[in-house]
């Protein structure tokens, strides 16, 4: 795993040989799917020896060990004969033992899966590829896992055009320790891409509390959720829950915000949601029925941000990465403000700098964090600064999560200082409910800005400009 991005690289170029695939996204979806089968067939390796009784759902003949391992084994139209004609429709139709029976998890995985390559003989130059190269036994290669998927964003050159962005491993971490899910709370993220939060979520419970006995295993696997709607994501989310020990993970391959508002019951709910809703995106005509006429609108982080409030049980905590359009969002936006400090207390804003999701989008983000079941009577305000030397984040200097030891050591204490303030809920009222305010402890800016600056105000007019659009359309629609 020493030289992921080269190995990647070798990899689709490989499949650039091959007259069946076309562009990237189809060499990374044939990807996808043998790295799945790779990684379940190692982790089933472990299972069989902790677990005598262990049983692959998978057909003998059809695990990785036993058609792909092998370096001298079937290639040619052998190979592709195999893949086409055997392989992919066995794992598509797959019958269920019982209702945990992770034949479910594979079959939801192949659901929308395809083998694109025409040439067996250049097939079996990638299944021996993935075999030597990556490997993923300690923990720093499950790791790397998550560098796999951003390597993979950064080969779909409009991935950030939907609101899909790689959210780093700082910022998932650091959200994950503020928020602290212990073993036996319900965790969920209903947008979870690849699982960035759900596997920080289970090194976290790993690394902080017992977890021995079968039982509490059982515990861990069967409290962690993540829900994704679009099959690439959801295959590799799978994956590396798998890669970090959940077994049979629960990974739906779903879009929450087409269930019904009243569909949501307290069973349904849940203690802990971490999450990275997509923004700026747009749902499909019609989702937004699903939802109460004040909270109705086609964006997707304002959707999600509702039904997040909505599927917190009392006491659950919730960390989340929003834009700043959110913050000063008007219209639907603001009637979602006014909900969440009136059920939730918003206790944290954590306001992140340029370049944290570089090279996807200079949109500034924010870290929200609540608890539901108070009311806000304060919210902190924490402005992460740049580390020294640092004037803007990207793909070569990303955010590093040592950086979050400023909010580490503050979080208890919560004193005013040069990067914290609180604000009232009083004042954010005042403000009807617009959350975009300065650090008053910074120096007065000049009215001289550098071109970087003046483009994320323009980018930041846009936006605003764009909400009001939407909110006038759909209040048309409406009428």
């Keep these: 795993m020493s030289n992921l991005t080269s190995t990647i690289k070798s990899i689709q170029d490989i499949m650039r040989k091959d007259a069946g695939v076309d562009g990237d996204a189809q060499r990374i979806s044939q990807l996808g799917w043998m790295l799945f089968l790779k990684i379940f067939d190692e982790k089933e390796n472990d299972w069989e020896i902790t677990n005598e009784n262990y049983k692959s759902p998978i057909r003998k003949d059809l695990r990785w060990r036993n058609w792909a391992a092998d370096a001298e084994g079937m290639t040619g139209d052998d190979l592709l004969g195999f893949v086409n004609n055997t392989l992919f429709p066995t794992l598509k139709s797959m019958t269920l033992r019982n209702n945990k029976d992770a034949a479910r998890m594979v079959r939801d995985?192949?659901?929308?899966?395809?083998?694109?390559?025409?040439?067996?003989?250049?097939?079996?130059?990638?299944?021996?590829?993935?075999?030597?190269?990556?490997?993923?036994?300690?923990?720093?290669?499950?790791?790397?896992?998550?560098?796999?998927?951003?390597?993979?964003?950064?080969?779909?050159?409009?991935?950030?055009?939907?609101?899909?962005?790689?959210?780093?491993?700082?910022?998932?971490?650091?959200?994950?320790?503020?928020?602290?899910?212990?073993?036996?709370?319900?965790?969920?993220?209903?947008?979870?891409?690849?699982?960035?939060?759900?596997?920080?979520?289970?090194?976290?419970?790993?690394?902080?509390?017992?977890?021995?006995?079968?039982?509490?295993?059982?515990?861990?696997?069967?409290?962690?959720?993540?829900?994704?709607?679009?099959?690439?994501?959801?295959?590799?989310?799978?994956?590396?829950?798998?890669?970090?020990?959940?077994?049979?993970?629960?990974?739906?391959?779903?879009?929450?915000l087409s269930r019904s508002w009243v569909e949501w019951t307290e069973k349904n709910r849940v203690n802990v949601i971490v999450t990275n809703p997509p923004f700026g995106g747009m749902e499909e005509d019609g989702i937004e029925n699903n939802f109460p006429s004040q909270f109705?609108?086609?964006?997707?982080?304002?959707?999600?941000?509702?039904?997040?409030?909505?599927?917190?049980?009392?006491?659950?905590?919730?960390?989340?990465?929003?834009?700043?359009?959110?913050?000063?969002?008007?219209?639907?936006?603001?009637?979602?403000?006014?909900?969440?400090?009136?059920?939730?207390?918003?206790?944290t804003i954590v306001r992140l700098p340029n370049g944290v999701f570089a090279p996807y989008t200079g949109i500034k983000t924010n870290l929200l964090f609540f608890t539901k079941g108070r009311p806000t009577k304060e919210v902190w305000y924490f402005e992460h600064p740049y580390p020294d030397g640092v004037k803007n984040y990207n793909k070569t200097k990303?955010?590093?999560?040592?950086?979050?030891?400023?909010?580490?050591?503050?979080?208890?204490?919560?004193?005013?200082?040069?990067?914290?303030?609180?604000?009232?809920?009083?004042?954010l009222k005042k403000r009807d409910y617009n959350f975009d305010i300065k650090n008053p402890h910074a120096a007065e800016e000049e009215q001289k800005y550098k071109s970087s600056e003046l483009i994320d105000l323009l980018e930041k007019s846009f936006i605003k400009n764009n909400q009001l659009l939407k909110q006038l359309k759909e209040e048309l629609v409406i009428i």
């Design 398 to 427: 990303p955010i590093n999560i040592k950086e979050f030891d400023l909010e580490r050591k503050w979080w208890k204490e919560r004193e005013e200082n040069e990067y914290a303030w609180r604000v009232s809920v009083e004042e």
């Design 296 to 347: 109705r609108t086609r964006e997707t982080a304002n959707l999600f941000m509702a039904l997040v409030i909505h599927l917190l049980k009392d006491g659950g905590r919730c960390g989340l990465v929003l834009p700043d359009g959110f913050l000063f969002g008007e219209g639907v936006a603001t009637r979602i403000k006014e909900n969440l400090l009136e059920k939730c207390n918003l206790h």
């Design 109 to 256: 995985v192949f659901e929308d899966s395809y083998n694109y390559m025409k040439s067996g003989t250049l097939l079996r130059q990638v299944v021996n590829k993935i075999n030597t190269d990556i490997l993923l036994t300690s923990q720093a290669d499950r790791h790397a896992f998550n560098d796999i998927y951003e390597q993979i964003l950064k080969d779909l050159q409009s991935a950030g055009n939907a609101g899909e962005f790689y959210t780093p491993r700082a910022v998932t971490q650091f959200v994950v320790e503020m928020i602290n899910p212990k073993l036996g709370e319900t965790v969920l993220d209903p947008a979870c891409g690849t699982a960035g939060f759900l596997v920080n979520t289970i090194d976290h419970i790993l690394k902080n509390q017992k977890v021995k006995t079968l039982e509490q295993r059982d515990t861990l696997q069967n409290s962690i959720r993540g829900v994704e709607k679009k099959p690439l994501p959801h295959m590799l989310a799978t994956t590396n829950m798998i890669l970090h020990g959940i077994e049979v993970p629960t990974v739906d391959h779903d879009n929450l």
